[in-house]
């Protein structure tokens, strides 16, 4: 160790012996501020360096290339140069460069005791950047998420915090994103609640609730204290309209599974193309591009909102431009129309292929596409309603998001708080909460824990569930159990199990995989026959087909096995079926009421 890192370690350990311990509220208050007010400052960061790389990719690169260029190239060219920086950092760094980002956040927050690398902020920064700047679909806030989750959980390491507090400092981090990226305090509490940590106790509430409202101060004073999204007053005529919105949910709730859907295909269609993963990323920019620069051909110059000096294809980047368009009333039926299903197709390929960035804006443009959509469509048959496209627009906003990420109250929550559109406060709840209903009944994953549910991590219930889904059964099986082959005769069988400590021995083959299970009710069962006992051997008396665990499963799926045959021991087999050990139901059953007697204490 040279003399800096002597000094360092020196200076850290003197400012940690100082603070007070993790348990004492104000402390953990003055944490969650510093926190929130981290998330705030990387919010804006992150929203700079995204600007910068735009300016790069849209006006500085059409520069060098001359007024001569085909407008061809200048649209394809952004996203995929874009696709194809990012590549290897999809192959350096897949979870923090790779994707919308939540997932990850959720795994570590569930499994991973909280803990984020450090790096994954600036590695996340970089390659979402990058992607959204140059032109890809997707959006800023998703990738705030992770940004702010490594951040809090960072703090908390730091700081040497327990790993329940770290978990909570992770959603301090990821909250305060949220909140700061939509001016959302309440929102991006209530997010990191309903969604990152699934636990609405008081002693989580209150330090989320302070680092979200600090990361809003802090993106206030650097970006303005002015809604996301300015949109004219939504003013409904009659009350029959409220009859309509729980309609209009059930549709949104079609239309956010449609979607999700489509994201869990394409990341897996893109896994098995005959192409490298590092190129992947440059070939969905070409398509995006493509895609992009047939929409500009399709409808007439101007249609579109673009930033000055070329025209921005409306399905690149967050989508903002057209979505305040379709929020005044401004883009023609069929371009909504068009809109909803392009952007969910380039939104698909650009994250399947490996490209990084957010999903909100993506799924609050198709929301607003198709709300906007319904609302022209509505005026155009009901005289006297062309003022209601802006409500359309925004209940479709939040009905679509809450049926794509199941999560109601934080769609509420953000769309009154990012619009300033209190009044629509009971049609998003209407829409929302069917829509929500509607996809859950549709498909039972979101848009967050569909990867989750294919890597085998199955998020439901409450806080009690997920304890169970935070410990893997290598952290509680006993290695040292004892097998027999399945020609062992019967005398030997039952010296073997007398000797055992299980009411169930694996039988294996030769090469020591699992064939088949006994249970001590097997064994007992054999008549008093002494010329069949001296007959009789393992493969007779075994259950076939015996249910088993392996290491990287969670205690959920092991409780669940245990259930599903009222049996006391699994063998814990490798993936080749060779017994590893075995992991029983009373040992689960004691670590988890130790652990909820334990948290209800630090509560």
Known sequence: MNRLQQAWHDWTARLLALRPGESTA????????????????????????????????????????????????????????????????????????????????????????????????????????????????????????????????????????????????????????????????????????????????????????????????????????????????????????????????????ILGVAFTRLMVVSERQWGRLPLPRWIQPAVGGLLVGLMGWALLAAF?????????????????????????????????????????????????????????????????????????????????????????????????????????THAPLTMIFILAEMTGEYSLVLPLMLAAIVASATARRLWPWSVFTAPLAEKGLELRGGKEVRLLQEWRVSELATWEAATVPEWMPLPELLRVALKSEFRQIPVVDDQGRLVGILGAGDLAAVPDDPDLRRLLVARDLMREDPLHVHPDDTLLTALERFEQRDVEALPVVDRERHVLGMITQGAVLRLYHREVVRRALES
Not at 355 to 366: D, I, T
């Open 26 to 253: 104000s402390w953990l208050l003055l944490v969650a501020a510093v926190v929130g007010a981290l998330a705030g400052l990387a919010s804006w960061g992150f929203r700079e360096a995204i600007e910068i790389v735009r300016y790069v990719a849209w006006s500085f690169l059409p520069g060098l290339l001359g007024n001569d260029a085909p407008p061809l190239w200048l649209v394809i060219l952004p996203p995929a140069i874009g696709g194809l920086l990012v590549g290897p950092l999809g192959i350096l760094f897949p979870d923090a460069a790779r994707g919308h980002g939540v997932p990850e956040v959720i795994e570590k927050a569930v499994v991973g005791g909280g803990r984020i690398r450090p790096r994954t902020a600036l590695v996340r920064t970089i390659a979402s950047a990058i992607t959204i700047g140059s032109g890809g679909s997707a959006g800023r806030e998703g990738p705030i998420v992770q940004i702010g989750a490594a951040i809090g959980s960072g703090v908390a390491q730091f700081l040497r915090f327990s790993t329940r507090r770290i978990r909570v400092f992770l959603g301090c981090g990821a909250g305060a994103g949220i909140a700061a990226a939509f001016h959302a305090p309440l929102a991006g509490a209530i997010f990191a609640l309903e969604v990152i940590l699934g636990d609405f106790n008081i002693g989580t509430f209150s330090p989320i609730l302070i680092a979200a409202a600090v990361g809003t101060v802090v993106s206030h004073a650097l970006e303005g204290p002015e809604p996301l999204f300015a949109v004219p007053p939504a003013n409904l005529a009659a009350w029959w309209e409220y009859l309509v919105f729980p309609v209009f949910g059930v549709a949104c709730g």
């Open 300 to 404: 007439p110059e101007g249609t579109f909102a673009a930033p000055d000096l070329l025209p921005f294809p409306p399905v690149s980047g967050n989508g903002y431009g057209p979505m305040v368009q379709a929020l005044h009333g401004e883009l023609p039926i069929l371009a909504l129309l068009a809109l909803v299903g392009a952007k969910m197709i380039a939104t698909a390929i650009t994250l399947g292929s490996g490209g990084s960035g957010g999903l909100f804006a993506p799924v609050f443009f198709v929301g607003t596409m198709a709300g906007g959509a319904v609302g022209v469509g509505f005026a155009a048959l009901v005289p006297g309603t062309e003022g209601h496209v802006v409500a359309y627009a925004v209940v479709g906003m939040a009905a679509v998001a809450a049926a794509f």
